[in-house]
């Protein structure tokens, strides 16, 4: 498991925002596209991806994409 895969993993559940806006430190909040339905399919794609168990208290308290794989990787 590695930053980049789930960067990849991450985008891939946005339709309408360009792939080159997800870096590292891209604050996914900020994009256009996020919404609380968005955030639940993140939760949907860890848990198929990694199963890992992610909570809304998870993506609330993270800012960064690298901070919600920080969660995910120490869940592993």
Do not use: C, H, P
Request: aromatic letters at 10%.
């Amino acid at each position: 498991m590695d930053i980049n895969e789930f960067i990849e993993k991450f985008a891939e559940i946005f339709e309408d925002t360009d792939r080159a806006e997800f870096q590292a430190d891209t604050k996914f909040k900020e994009l256009d596209e996020w919404s609380s339905i968005m955030a639940l399919n993140v939760i949907a794609m860890v848990d198929d991806e990694y199963d890992v168990l992610l909570k809304g208290d998870d993506i609330r308290g993270s800012e960064t994409i690298t901070q919600l794989f920080e969660i995910v990787k120490s869940r592993k």
